[in-house]
């Protein structure tokens, strides 16, 4: 399969915890996307990256997230101290550079914060 | 600030007919809008990308339009068919950035 991948698939965790995603994007895509989703919503953008840069963050990514792509390749996705409010699917999706930048998106990783 | 409407939030259709899914945006501003399909717990598939310059893409069954000055999109589906029910979700992007800003969905069901 060569489309975006997350891993985890699902977390659960208790409150407190740190919780931390990988997404492994498509190959050759320079660009990488995190978004949130909770249920009966769109998702919500949380932070690109193209290639190691870290280059637009939303207000949504509060102090207690962090995001890296160290390599311009996988990209990981961090909470600490999860509160119950972090319980959403976290989508990670890639693109080409260019001019078209289709993005296409992983599975998700459903997070549940007890 | 730029806000994505899709009207109707659920829709419920017999097998076979033909349906409308519609998307609105505030900021006309836009560099192009995406359609994708999401089914229940799963990531999002991508269906369809116009660019602002475009006014229709068409993939198979599916036919989406753009009309940038009035902010507003359609997704037309031919022949529906029980696989077709999901949620369907419109995203815009904007000019001056790469993020996509999504409505919150049209959830569909086809009914055999």
């Known amino acids: 399969d060569t489309g975006v991948s997350q891993d985890p698939r699902h977390k659960i965790t208790k409150r407190g915890q740190n919780v931390t995603f990988r997404c492994d994007p498509i190959?050759?895509?320079?660009?990488l996307y995190w978004y949130r989703q909770t249920l009966g919503q769109g998702p919500e953008f949380l932070t690109y990256?193209?290639?190691?840069?870290?280059?637009?963050k939303s207000r949504l990514l509060s102090d207690r997230f962090s995001a890296e792509r160290p390599k311009g390749s996988f990209s990981t996705l961090e909470i600490q101290r999860t509160e119950q409010g972090d319980s959403a699917m976290y989508l990670c999706?890639?693109?080409?550079?260019?001019?078209?930048?289709?993005?296409?998106f992983g599975p998700g990783t459903r997070l549940t914060v007890l | 600030k730029q806000e994505v409407t899709q009207i109707p939030a659920a829709l419920s259709v017999p097998e076979g007919e033909n349906l409308v899914l519609n998307c609105s945006f505030t900021?006309?501003?836009?560099?192009?809008l995406q359609w994708f399909r999401q089914d229940p717990g799963k990531g999002l598939t991508s269906l369809l990308l116009?660019?602002?310059?475009?006014r229709e893409q068409t993939s198979g069954r599916l036919n989406a339009s753009l009309d940038k000055s009035s902010g507003r999109s359609t997704l037309y589906i031919a022949a529906s068919q029980p696989g077709d029910s999901a949620t369907y979700l419109c995203?815009?992007?904007?000019?001056?950035?790469?993020?996509?800003?999504f409505g919150s969905g049209t959830r569909l069901l086809v009914r055999p």
């Open positions: 999706a890639s693109s080409l550079g260019g001019s078209i930048v289709e993005q296409f």
């Open positions: 190959s050759e895509h320079n660009r």
């Open positions: 990256f193209q290639n190691e840069a870290q280059l637009e």
């Open positions: 900021d006309s501003a836009i560099y192009n």
């Open positions: 116009i660019q602002s310059s475009q």
């Open positions: 995203a815009v992007r904007r000019d001056s950035s790469y993020k996509l800003i």
